[in-house]
């Protein structure tokens, strides 16, 4: 066990937990009593029963979200379930309120059902003013995401798609200008098909990204490749530019993720521990860009990444720099969308978050390509795109 392992457990262990509910009203009389609770909340309701949208002026809606998790996929650890959900949920509800001032509750659904949990998710919508769903695996979160946007009148988001695409995308369009490169001529490769590998994919190429490779555990994806679901079939088609335009598909870069990395010049990973090697860098163009942000321990260390050639190493630890991080992201999406009264967050109000992200690094360098988590500015520029 690790320093920092031993020091969690002490601090979980003293607080019991890290979150607790306080009244933000006195309750000292019984006038206090009358006006909080009975008589007087009678006509507060019979007023949010003839106006809905009172409820936003006078309950804890208009800054409250919940964060949905059923543990499936809790960080890279796995599918622990709803209980070992519970404290990894408590510490993203802690950034909300330290960081964007949102007040969020975790709620681990004990079911991994994806009929249920979308049942389950709109009996709750009526107490919150948005949904930041999390750590639910692939592919099922894809279908619940669709449905809960579609079927609810709040926003919703599921971190692990957005969220990371946001930050990824941010940390690309510095690291980029670091290297003096275009987003059209450089070739990606993304390792992990899950659902952060897909949703970054995604948003990367309707950035205007054209040549994407994604490599799952069977390797690189291509069109007519084996034993690939509707989704990954879905991406086939708009990923591995050569295979594209091939009609025999004998172009198409195939093979392990070393025959992927082949001159490519970005790598972008989502998948496991130690997955990127030092020689497979050395495959790639000259002072590659490498994304290695599996947690806790990322595909490679920044030192092994950078003695075999990278330009710039990210992961999605705090102890190293360039930190790609959700937490850049989410207190700023809610933010502003409980501000401005969002009903669904778009592709566009996200794309503009990521550029308004990358813009709070005037300078970038190697070593600086994000801003920090306690940058103060920072949550004001990302909210300010959701709307």
């Given at each position: 066990?690790?320093?920092?392992?031993?020091?969690?457990?002490?601090?979980?262990?003293?607080?019991?937990?890290?979150?607790?509910?306080?009244?933000?009203?006195?309750?000292?009389?019984?006038?206090?009593m009358?006006?909080?609770?009975?008589?007087?909340?009678?006509?507060?309701?019979?007023?949010?029963?003839?106006?809905?949208?009172?409820?936003?002026?006078?309950?804890?809606?208009?800054?409250?979200i919940?964060?949905?998790?059923?543990?499936?996929?809790?960080?890279?650890?796995?599918?622990?379930?709803?209980?070992?959900?519970?404290?990894?949920?408590?510490?993203?509800?802690?950034?909300?309120?330290?960081?964007?001032?949102?007040?969020?509750?975790?709620?681990?659904?004990?079911?991994?059902?994806?009929?249920?949990?979308?049942?389950?998710?709109?009996?709750?919508?009526?107490v919150?003013?948005?949904?930041?769903?999390?750590?639910?695996?692939s592919?099922r979160?894809?279908?619940?995401?669709?449905?809960?946007?579609?079927?609810?009148?709040?926003?919703?988001?599921?971190?692990?798609?957005?969220?990371?695409?946001?930050?990824?995308?941010?940390?690309?369009?510095?690291?980029?200008?670091?290297?003096?490169?275009?987003?059209e001529?450089?070739?990606?490769?993304?390792?992990?098909a899950?659902?952060?590998g897909?949703?970054?994919?995604?948003?990367?190429?309707?950035?205007?990204?054209?040549?994407?490779?994604?490599?799952?555990?069977?390797?690189?994806?291509?069109?007519?490749?084996?034993?690939?679901?509707?989704?990954?079939?879905?991406?086939?088609?708009?990923?591995?530019?050569?295979?594209?335009?091939?009609?025999?598909?004998?172009?198409?870069?195939?093979?392990?993720?070393?025959?992927?990395?082949?001159?490519?010049?970005?790598?972008?990973?989502?998948?496991?521990?130690?997955?990127?090697k030092?020689?497979?860098?050395?495959?790639?163009?000259?002072?590659?860009?490498?994304?290695?942000?599996?947690?806790?321990?990322?595909?490679?260390?920044?030192?092994?990444?950078?003695?075999?050639?990278?330009?710039?190493?990210?992961?999605?630890?705090?102890?190293?720099?360039?930190?790609?991080?959700?937490?850049?992201?989410?207190?700023?999406?809610?933010?502003?969308?409980?501000?401005?009264?969002?009903?669904?967050?778009?592709?566009?109000?996200?794309?503009?978050?990521?550029?308004?992200?990358?813009?709070?690094?005037?300078?970038?360098?190697?070593?600086?390509?994000?801003?920090?988590?306690?940058?103060?500015?920072?949550?004001?520029?990302?909210?300010?795109?959701?709307?």
């Amino acid at each position: 066990m690790t320093p920092i392992e031993q020091a969690a457990l002490d601090l979980h262990r003293k607080y019991q937990g890290k979150l607790e509910v306080r009244s933000k009203v006195p309750l000292k009389t019984k006038q206090d009593m009358s006006l909080a609770y009975t008589p007087g909340v009678g006509k507060v309701s019979q007023e949010i029963a003839r106006d809905p949208q009172l409820a936003y002026e006078y309950t804890l809606k208009k800054n409250t979200i919940a964060i949905i998790s059923d543990g499936s996929a809790v960080l890279g650890l796995g599918n622990l379930g709803p209980l070992a959900a519970i404290p990894v949920m408590e510490g993203k509800a802690l950034l909300f309120k330290e960081l964007g001032g949102v007040d969020a509750f975790p709620i681990c659904l004990d079911t991994q059902d994806t009929e249920e949990i979308i049942r389950a998710v709109k009996q709750l919508a009526p107490v919150f003013g948005g949904i930041n769903l999390e750590d639910i695996s692939s592919p099922r979160c894809f279908e619940i995401l669709e449905r809960l946007r579609n079927e609810l009148s709040i926003p919703v988001i599921h971190d692990d798609q957005q969220g990371t695409a946001v930050v990824v995308l941010a940390a690309l369009i510095n690291a980029l200008k670091v290297k003096g490169q275009k987003k059209e001529s450089v070739r990606v490769v993304v390792s992990g098909a899950g659902a952060a590998g897909l949703a970054i994919t995604n948003f990367l190429l309707a950035y205007g990204f054209i040549n994407i490779v994604v490599c799952d555990s069977q390797g690189a994806i291509y069109k007519n490749r084996d034993g690939l679901n509707p989704i990954k079939e879905k991406l086939a088609k708009l990923t591995n530019l050569a295979c594209l335009r091939d009609q025999d598909d004998t172009a198409c870069i195939k093979g392990s993720l070393a025959d992927a990395l082949k001159g490519a010049d970005i790598f972008i990973g989502v998948s496991v521990a130690g997955a990127l090697k030092p020689e497979l860098i050395k495959l790639m163009n000259p002072d590659p860009i490498i994304f290695a942000m599996a947690n806790p321990t990322p595909e490679i260390m920044p030192d092994e990444a950078l003695a075999a050639g990278a330009l710039i190493v990210a992961t999605g630890r705090s102890d190293f720099a360039n930190q790609i991080n959700n937490v850049l992201a989410f207190p700023g999406i809610f933010r502003g969308a409980l501000d401005n009264k969002v009903v669904k967050i778009t592709d566009k109000m996200l794309t503009k978050a990521a550029e308004n992200i990358a813009a709070r690094v005037v300078e970038p360098k190697k070593d600086n390509i994000l801003p920090s988590a306690f940058d103060p500015g920072l949550v004001a520029t990302v909210a300010n795109a959701i709307k």
